[in-house]
């Protein structure tokens, strides 16, 4: 009966607080689509405000639940429901139960949104700031100075596009080496070409050999990749599907990619998405532990504050170093081992 009351005022409180953050939101969006867009109508705003809602959820829900549960657990401590329920036998983590099991859920929304939809609602809102804030216009489908490596045999050929197009596989400023045993051997080069599915053509490429001299001029076509293993280049990591970046992570390396910034980016969008749980459990154990409102508030935004610390490092140190992804992500480590001794102790449950 209790957990029912419990889990009941929480997700009211939780509604409330979402609102609340929402609405401040809302009025800093408004204030910087008057001052800050080049264009300014209804409809902007109203595409701009729909696409934030979904992102905005994603990454204050768990803040939301955190402040909500402290809310109510005030309650609940002030009236000492907490005590009268341990004088029973009854552990902590049952009393908590209900809300933390509606934690898991909100992480289990979030990680089944940012599969697709988060990306989706992302990359809306970068197109319409660039468009209508920056007035840069939009670009899409682009990918400009990719590099690709295949390894054929003994030989492998790096090719290098100035810029594709992968809308219609037009690419400019091609150019291909050919190297084995350590040397490079040929050199192509090309104004532009076209990309056909899986096959590279080049009209009048000027062909070098670089051991004997010689050079020719003709027209070539190459087989490789799939258009559309190149089309998710086209975007910023944070923009794809799950499903993309997790194509890219694992076939960026065989195709000369850097593959660790999707990597990174999966491994981010899961630990954003299991935030919440770790968020309700740690906070749980903290006001049932000590039965202190202000040391639980000022725990609020410092576990939020270090989840973002060591998100950003790990993001500085993928794009900065050599380091081993693994070695990278083990450094996020202390929230769930945080938040795992909180789920020992209010399973224990504490001398009352």
Do not use: C
């Not at 949104?113 to 468009?131: C, N, P, T, V």
């Not at 749980?284 to 935004?301: K, M, Q």
């Amino acid at each position: 009966m209790l957990g029912l009351y419990l889990i009941t005022n929480y997700i009211k409180t939780f509604l409330l607080v979402l609102l609340v953050l929402f609405g401040i939101f809302y009025l800093y969006l408004l204030g910087e689509l008057f001052f800050l867009f080049k264009d300014k109508n209804l409809s902007i705003f109203l595409s701009y405000t729909i696409n934030f809602l979904p992102i905005a959820f994603f990454y204050m829900s768990a803040f939301t639940a955190g402040l909500a549960l402290i809310l109510v657990f005030r309650r609940l401590i002030n009236k000492k429901l907490d005590l009268l329920f341990q004088s029973f036998g009854l552990s902590p983590l049952r009393l908590s139960s209900y809300i933390l099991l509606f934690s898991l859920f909100l992480s289990l929304v979030n990680l089944f949104g940012s599969y697709d939809l988060y990306a989706k609602s992302q990359k809306r809102l970068y197109r319409i700031e660039r468009e209508y804030k920056r007035a840069k216009g939009s670009e899409s489908g682009v990918v400009r100075n990719l590099w690709l490596k295949e390894e054929t045999g003994e030989e492998t050929r790096f090719y290098s596009f100035e810029l594709v197009d992968v809308s219609t596989g037009r690419f400019h400023g091609f150019f291909l080496l050919k190297v084995r045993e350590g040397s490079i051997r040929e050199l192509i080069t090309a104004e532009g070409g076209k990309w056909r599915e899986n096959r590279i053509e080049v009209r009048g490429a000027g062909i070098k050999n670089l051991i004997t001299g010689e050079t020719e001029i003709k027209d070539l076509e190459f087989p490789y990749l799939e258009l559309g293993q190149i089309k998710p280049l086209a975007e910023k990591p944070e923009h794809l599907s799950m499903k993309d970046a997790l194509m890219l992570g694992l076939l960026g390396e065989k195709m000369g990619v850097n593959n660790r910034y999707y990597l990174y980016e999966i491994v981010r969008r899961v630990f954003i998405s299991t935030l919440p749980f770790y968020l309700s459990l740690t906070l749980s154990w903290l006001y049932l532990r000590w039965r202190r409102f202000n040391l639980t508030v000022l725990a609020l935004p410092s576990l939020f504050f270090l989840h973002w610390l060591l998100l950003n490092l790990m993001k500085s140190l993928v794009e900065n170093t050599n380091l081993e992804l693994y070695l990278i992500f083990l450094l996020y480590l202390p929230i769930p081992l945080i938040a795992l001794k909180g789920l020992y102790d209010l399973a224990k449950g504490f001398r009352v």
